[in-house]
């Protein structure tokens, strides 16, 4: 993930920096992780100091948190909602807050790569995330990287642009920071060199784990997001209903860990309580385990390499009682091997499987698309457009419109 020296270098510059109080950004404060990074955060006061927070649409919760944590800026991240930008204003002005307002795209880039910023909550959803995760990244900052589909879009150029900048990357989609924790500390980028067989990624196999293909025929948004274990955002929710959640977060593993596909294999656990395993050759496996809380990855993350106090009570094994395990079940989830496909296929595949993912999910939470029209959307982009090689953000953002394009219209066509 990072070479062993310019981590410890970059660990004694961030002490230094911590104690004089982490500035924080967060992108995407308004969400479920974005929210708990600010619980987090509130207890900590002696060491973060919130910089700047970010929304899309909900401006009242926006001004809510800028009252309790008083950043010096707020973006509106739709800059065409001048109603809403209008409402922030006055929100903030009757409560007497000074924080600036800003709007739009650049505003995102600006609050992610400002020179006072030492690290940056990534927690957008979606491909929106996509450009200010990457300015964080080229600013070097310190990232939380809860965005995922930003690393699966532009996996090569991200990894390559951490490696230029000196950017720290940090995981907290909660499968990928247990497998950091389990990794060697001074992990080099080679499973192979620090004795890795495998890396066994843990999925609780969202709510329709034992329903039938009949029965996802008719599943609907509400159940779809009445996950058994997370409470998450909606668009999350339904990729951990599809096992899409899961094919993404194998790219995401493969970025992050610099590992195989073949050396990444998914295990249905349906407590969440074994977030990820790795399996060492001496038959040694690894594993991280608590509570399904995100404050826990989230913590992690924003002290690492120290720990701290995460508001997550402790694990109960009593009352857990028993671990299950069971392979996933493609046919019924064929989200798994089109992410694996798309991995394979490499170059622009991936960013294709994200953006369908993206149109498929919020047409299916429209009620314009089956639940299985999602993976029928996914597999029409791949089929029918071909994977290129990519290697800057324009090229990637391209590929993206003319892969929501096409989706727009499969969608279109399924629904008549
Ligand atoms: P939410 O939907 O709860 O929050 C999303 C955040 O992004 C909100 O602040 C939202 O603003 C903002 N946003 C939405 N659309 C845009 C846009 N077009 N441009 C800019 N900002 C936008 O999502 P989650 O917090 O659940 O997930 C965030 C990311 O973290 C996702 O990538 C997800 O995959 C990842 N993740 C989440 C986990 C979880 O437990 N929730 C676990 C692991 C990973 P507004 O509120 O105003 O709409
Ligand atoms: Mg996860």
New binding site residues.
């Given amino acids: 993930m990072d070479t062993p020296g310019r981590m410890m270098q970059q660990q004694i510059q961030q002490g230094q920096k911590m104690q004089q109080r982490q500035k924080l950004t967060i ?8 929210m708990s990074t600010l619980d987090v955060v509130a207890r900590h006061p002696d060491r973060f100091e919130v910089f700047a927070l ?6 009242d ?2 001004a809510r948190l800028c009252i309790l944590h008083r950043p010096r800026y707020a973006v509106v ?2 800059a065409g909602d001048s109603a809403g930008i209008a409402r922030l204003r006055d929100l903030l002005a009757q409560a007497g807050q000074d924080t600036e307002v800003l709007a739009g795209e650049q505003a ?1 880039v600006e609050i992610a790569s400002n020179p006072a910023v030492d690290a940056v909550m990534a ?4 491909a ?2 996509l450009p200010p995760t990457l300015a964080a990244v080229r600013a070097g900052k310190r990232v939380l990287l ?4 930003a690393l699966v879009m532009a996996g090569p150029l991200f990894m390559a642009e951490v490696e230029k900048s000196g950017a720290v990357l940090l995981p ?3 499968e990928h920071n247990a497998i950091f924790q389990s990794l060697p500390a001074d992990y080099d980028g080679s499973l192979t060199r620090k004795g890795v067989r495998r890396i066994l990624l843990t999925a609780s196999g969202g709510p329709f784990r034992q329903s039938s293909q009949e029965e996802l025929a008719r599943v609907t948004p509400a159940q779809a997001c009445a996950h058994p274990n ?7 929710s339904v ?1 951990s209903a599809s096992m899409m ?1 899961k094919g ?1 977060e194998i790219i995401e593993a493969r970025w992050l860990f610099n590992a195989p596909a073949e050396a990444i294999e998914v295990v249905v656990h349906p407590q969440s309580v074994i977030h990820s395993l790795v399996e060492y050759v001496d038959g040694s496996v690894l594993a991280q385990l608590g509570n399904p809380d ?1 404050r826990t990855p989230i913590a992690h993350a924003l002290a690492y390499p120290e720990r701290i106090e995460a508001g997550v009570a402790s694990l109960d094994l009593f009352r857990i009682g028993q671990l299950d395990f069971e392979p996933p079940d493609s046919q019924r989830f064929p989200c798994l091997d089109l992410a694996y496909q798309a991995l394979r296929a490499g170059g622009s595949a991936p960013a294709l499987l994200n953006a369908a993912n993206e149109v498929a999910v919020a047409a299916f939470l429209d009620g314009r698309l089956t639940f299985p029209g999602i993976p029928a959307v996914i597999a029409a982009v791949l089929d029918e457009i071909p994977a290129l090689a990519l290697d800057d953000l324009a090229g990637i953002l391209q590929v993206d419109a003319q892969a929501r394009r096409l989706a727009q219209q499969r969608v279109a066509a399924l629904a008549r």
């Fill in positions: 992108l995407g404060a308004t969400g479920s992780i974005g970010s929304a899309h649409a909900r401006v919760d926006l991240a739709n995102l927690a957008i959803v979606g929106a995330g809860a965005n995922k589909e907290i989609d909660s997370w409470v998450m955002g909606r668009k999350i990729d959640n993404l995100m």
